[in-house]
């Protein structure tokens, strides 16, 4: 009798096993306990290379090369600096952790955007692969209060079938144009190093702001402190929206702002009124590239008027 019940409980263990392993197979991938948190972990300062194929214009691959501490963004034959605050939040966004498994089906991908036209990324170094992989569509959760509690992207390793949550805000970070990736950078300076301000403006309108002592005057008038310290800020780190491809000069910039330090000029501005709507933007920090304000306010921020600058 006692050999019996335990031939039972034995039958019993390996069948309560049998059941176990299959629930850890077949159950659903959102329930996965033992899920691979670390999707993709890689040391970015070895980075050099990353070449990405965007859903939205799959033309030609762009390639983010570094050169030194800088990056350029390359198609094709043309080249240009890249943002470095938008490599810096892709580099950034290449250390993910996956939030949950949604699909091991390859008939799935669509339904994710993980498929052969969705956004593709390689990254290397020095020629060697380190990560292949497809970025999908956007998800967001809610609070507890209903509100916006986070966002999640879907992405796919290119070498498996496996379609995966990944915590933030990712598609627009990779699937972005050339324009999208290039250093929009109008001025950017130390606003302590800056001792006067040179506004050249039609009919003779123009005037300067300087330093004398401490204090800030245009002419014999002191300056309101908290307007520039404002202008100061705002030139510190400005940047265009939009490049503005077609324009080459025909004549002399509309308007000027020549801006000395200690050591000498520290940044020249000129811009050019092409109609009502729009003006054409230039900075000697990036000699060559022309942006368009239309839509934007950045002439306007720029380019102040002498009366906004006094008490």
């Known amino acids: 009798m006692k050999k019996l019940s335990n031939k039972i409980l034995l039958t019993g263990l390996v069948v309560l096993v049998g ?6 197979f077949f159950r659903s991938p959102g329930l996965e306990s033992n899920l691979r948190k670390n999707l993709l972990t890689l040391d970015t ?3 050099d290379e990353i070449k990405i194929l965007p859903s939205k214009e799959r033309t030609e691959e762009l390639r983010l090369v570094r050169e030194g501490n800088l990056w350029k963004v ?14 810096k939040n892709l580099l950034s966004s290449l250390n993910m952790e996956a939030q949950q498994m949604v699909s091991r089906k390859k008939e799935k991908w669509e339904e ?5 036209n969705s956004t593709h990324v390689t990254v290397f170094n020095e020629g060697n692969k380190l990560a292949d992989f497809h970025i999908g569509k ?7 209060g ?12 290119s070498d498996e079938d496996q379609v995966y949550s990944v915590d933030g805000f990712l598609e627009p970070t990779f699937n972005s144009t050339f324009n999208d990736w290039r250093d ?13 301000l040179s506004f050249n403006y039609p009919a003779d309108s123009g005037f300067v702001v300087e330093k004398r002592d401490s204090v800030w005057y245009t002419a014999a008038d002191k300056v309101d402190p908290s307007k520039i310290e404002n202008l100061l800020n705002l030139l510190a780190a400005k940047y265009a929206s939009e490049f503005a491809e077609d324009f080459t000069p025909t004549s002399l910039p509309t308007a000027t702002l020549q801006i000395d330090g200690k050591v000498g000029n520290l940044l020249r501005i000129e811009a050019w009124k092409k109609d009502e709507a729009e003006w054409i933007l230039s900075s000697s920090q990036q000699k060559g590239i022309y942006f368009s304000d239309k839509g934007s306010s950045a002439t306007k921020d720029v380019f102040v008027g002498r009366k906004k600058m006094l008490p």
């Open 45 to 47: 300062a070895k980075i």
């Open 19 to 24: 059941i176990f392993a299959a629930s850890r």
């Open 146 to 157: 209903g509100g916006f509690g986070g966002s999640y992207t879907y992405v796919r390793l």
């Open 138 to 144: 956007l998800g967001f959760t809610q609070s507890s």
């Open 74 to 87: 390359i198609k094709g034959t043309r080249q240009e600096p890249a943002s470095k605050s938008s490599v």
């Open 112 to 116: 994710f955007n993980v498929g052969n």
């Open 184 to 196: 929009k950078t109008l001025s950017k300076l130390n606003k302590e190093d800056v001792i006067k």
